[in-house]
């Protein structure tokens, strides 16, 4: 199969779909493998690496996706990568299409199958490729919110842990998934007073025996977490309904009862976001106040750790990817069923039931 990678456009996205690592394993198998000249560079890998790997590079993006029978990325295609994408190209990805209608549509037109990394499922029911960068964004959660909180930045002026004689600040995570469960070790590492919050009472008991004592638990309602809000100087918004747009956790008024100058991060915005009031900001422009309160939305928070980030989401991808490549995507899906559940669009028609349940559209299940 005929591979490209092409260089991340999105705003301050310095990932790359495939490692020169990956590119050697591609080529090993027989593939051909394109990559876009300093794609990789955001990351650490120059274009010599992947040269010594086997790759050929091509000097811009629209070669990588003319040339491609499948393209590997990290981010969703942004509107000047629509009028590239061909009629039957394999795009593997992230595309979280649930907040994101104009790239619904245009995939739907482009005739293109997407297989969306979110959504693929492993043999115990978990989200393999979305679970590393989980893991790195509710850690960055904690750090971004850290420097958000500092005086200079529009916060309050608070030390997430505090000093001798002085309280530490108390966090709210909102969801106790990948996300939260990282939020929560960071920020009582830090020293914070942490309130986590699930639905799932199971859930709530594992992370009671596995957080440390500066860590408490709390059922997920409306009225718990309003009557935490009143002293939470930051909340981290964690929520995950696979393929589906968040739901809204914290709306207006209850960000009304913060005090001025807390912080929320807002990890969903991928998704549509779990605050009312969030909308996605960029690594450049990352934060915005509403009713006093410090949001930052920014959509790919582990683009700020590229080398981290790229070594860890290609990790996870990498055999998913090959499978594809060797056997053709019909056929892998056909094999793994949980690598089918990847399938959001096949040839102009949604293949992911909350996609469509999203925007009312028909579902063509596969």
Not at 95 to 124: D, I, P, R, W
Request: proline share 4%; glycine share 10%.
């Amino acid at each position: 199969m005929i591979v490209g990678v092409p260089k991340e456009i999105k705003n301050n996205e310095n990932r790359v779909g495939m490692t020169p690592g990956g590119v050697k394993e591609f080529v090993k198998r027989g593939h051909t493998v394109y990559v876009q000249h300093t794609a990789g560079e955001g990351s650490g890998f120059d274009d010599s690496l992947y040269l010594a790997a086997g790759a050929q590079i091509l000097d811009n993006i629209k070669d990588v996706y003319n040339v491609a029978e499948m393209i590997v990325k990290v981010k969703e295609p942004i509107e000047e990568e629509y009028k590239l994408i061909k009629k039957g190209q394999l795009l593997f990805t992230y595309f979280h299409f649930a907040s994101n209608e104009k790239l619904l549509n245009a995939m739907l037109q482009s005739g293109a199958t997407c297989l969306a990394y979110e959504t693929v499922l492993n043999k115990e029911g978990l989200l393999p490729l979305l679970i590393p960068m989980s893991e790195i964004a509710g850690r960055m959660a904690i750090q971004v919110g850290m420097h958000f909180m500092e005086k200079s930045h529009g916060g309050r002026g608070i030390l997430l842990g505090g000093v001798s004689g002085v309280s530490p600040a108390r966090v709210l995570v909102l969801g106790g998934g990948i996300v939260g469960y990282n939020a929560a070790v960071i920020a009582a590492g830090a020293g914070a007073q942490v309130t986590i919050t699930d639905i799932s009472l199971s859930r709530l008991r594992y992370l009671d025996e596995v957080l440390p004592a500066n860590v408490q638990t709390l059922y997920s309602s409306v009225q718990n977490v309003e009557e935490v809000l009143p002293y939470t100087d930051l909340v981290i918004g964690s929520v995950l309904i696979p393929g589906a747009k968040a739901p809204h956790l914290l709306t207006r008024d209850m960000l009304k009862l913060m005090k001025k100058g807390s912080v929320v991060v807002d990890v969903a915005i991928d998704q549509g976001g779990c605050f009312e009031t969030s909308h996605a900001t960029t690594h450049t422009d990352p934060v915005y106040e509403e009713e006093g309160v410090i949001h930052y939305a920014v959509a790919n928070i582990p683009g700020a750790v590229a080398r981290t980030s790229t070594l860890a989401l290609t990790n996870a991808t990498l055999p998913y990817a090959l499978k594809l490549a060797d056997l053709g995507w019909e056929k892998a899906v056909a094999e793994d069923a949980g690598l089918k559940s990847g399938l959001n669009i096949v040839d102009g028609k949604i293949t992911f039931k909350a996609v469509a349940e999203v925007f009312g559209k028909e579902c063509h299940i596969i």
